[in-house]
């Protein structure tokens, strides 16, 4: 088997509601995330030699991202809904997941994404600092299963 790897950045700002820790604080980070999509090489005369052109793994990833660049990620309910209101009176950029927003269920969510998009994926990395990162290659357990399906 043949693997293609595609790396994206972007900056946004989370925070870990009911952790105990710094990271329960608004903080930014610089995400790193490095899909990688997998198969044997394709014999059309477009692709042939070619797992699939790189140009359809940069694309989906990159619009993944650019969705989230320079926003405030926040886990659904984590907010009182005059916080919300306030931030958007500031025009501040929000966006609001079904998950806590750690590097874990980052990468389980943009694998899904990927494979929604009929990307062959096989696994997603997603770095949260430059030396710590979370790998999803789509192998479900009991916890994981629910943020794969959004």
Known sequence: MFYLECEECFDAAH???????KC???HGHRWRVIAQAGGVLQQEKQTRGMVMDFAVLRTALKDICR????SLIYE???????TLTALR?????LTEVP????AENFAAHFFSLLTARGVAVTAVKVY???????VYTGE???SSREIHQH
């Open 15 to 21: 925070f870990l509601r009911d952790y105990d820790g």
């Open 24 to 26: 329960r604080n608004i």
């Open 67 to 70: 969705k989230l660049d320079h």
């Open 76 to 82: 659904k309910d984590s907010l009182r809904e005059r």
């Open 89 to 93: 009176e500031e025009s501040m950029l």
């Open 99 to 102: 998950f806590r927003p750690t």
């Open 128 to 134: 949260e600092t430059p030396n710590n990162c979370a």
């Open 140 to 142: 479900l357990n009991a």
